[in-house]
């Protein structure tokens, strides 16, 4: 019988794979590289994966190969095709860092990229299938967690513009996101306050909750603050030491977003973007 480990919420949001993703997927051998890094077998509990980027600093703990991909990526679980079992089971823990100039969070990921290909011989191929995806449709009148905004936070969400407390650009200041986590008797929720987004952006936060593409076709204008409950998910450990994701019983993500924002989550299919692991080999001590 598996084992309950503990919650997770995937309150990433998710962006589809960038071009400079799709770069290095075309061209694995190229792309920046870390100063230093080290790549050890995880010793601690698989209690999920912790990432921690500062200036030029990485630091992964407990991750799998496939926790690695989605981040170097910037995709979701069911976007990654291998099998390769391993891939979920075996963790690692990773210190890397490069001088404080490649901060970018982008040039991070670029980085650990090349770091994926040289330590674990990583290489990938990007596709596109039709697969199961969800589209947003309007299914009535707003409810209360949808309201126009009075701020447009796209350029955030999108990565254009910067919210740290020095260097924030006028009118942004109402931008942040956040996501509150509650546990009660009646079961666990998490909340997502998302401020000033297209309904475009508001299917990139879907996304890793509804485990499959979201789509807007919405074709609503404009900007809206979010505020939407659902349930988190529980993370398994088997007996063979893989973990799996499973939502807790509640409040789906369908039925959240059209009991709480008056939309619908129709069931389509789409051509998704897939990354196709090639050939991938569990490093060796440093």
């Keep these: 019988m598996p084992r309950l480990i503990m919650l997770r919420s995937s309150v990433v949001i998710a962006f589809w794979i960038t071009l400079s993703a799709v770069a290095a997927i075309q061209g694995q051998d190229a792309g920046p590289t870390f100063e230093i890094a080290s790549v050890q077998a995880s010793g601690g509990e698989p209690f999920g994966a912790s990432f921690k980027t500062e200036g030029g600093r990485f630091v992964a703990e407990g991750a799998t190969l496939r926790d690695l991909i989605t981040h170097a990526y910037a995709v979701q679980e069911f976007q990654i095709v291998t099998s390769e079992s391993w891939m979920a089971k075996l963790r690692f823990d990773i210190q890397a860092r490069a001088d404080a100039a490649s901060a970018d969070p982008r040039r991070v990921n670029a980085m650990l990229r090349s770091l994926l290909a040289d330590r674990f011989n990583l290489k990938v191929r990007l596709e596109s299938r039709q697969a199961p995806a969800y589209a947003i449709t309007v299914d009535g ?13 796209t350029a955030v969400n999108d990565g254009r513009a910067v919210l ?7 009118g942004l200041e109402k931008c942040q996101p956040r996501t509150q986590f509650v546990a009660a008797p009646t079961g666990a929720r998490i909340t997502l306050i998302r401020p000033g987004i297209s ?32 349930s988190p998910e529980v993370v398994m450990v088997t007996q063979d030491s893989t973990t799996v994701t499973q939502p807790i019983e ?4 369908v039925t959240a977003v059209r009991e709480q924002l008056g939309l619908r989550l129709r069931s389509v299919e ?12 569990a490093p060796g001590p440093d």
């Design 199 to 230: 309904t475009h952006q508001l299917a990139e936060v879907l996304t890793p909750f509804a485990k499959r593409s979201v789509v807007d076709e919405t074709k609503l204008q404009g900007t809206f603050d979010v505020d939407l409950t659902i």
């Design 250 to 253: 509640g409040l789906s993500v």
């Design 141 to 153: 009148p707003f409810r209360a967690g949808l309201r126009r905004s009075s701020v447009d936070c």
């Design 270 to 281: 789409r051509p998704t973007p897939i990354i196709l692991v090639e050939s991938a080999h």
């Design 164 to 170: 740290d407390s020095a260097l924030v650009e006028p």
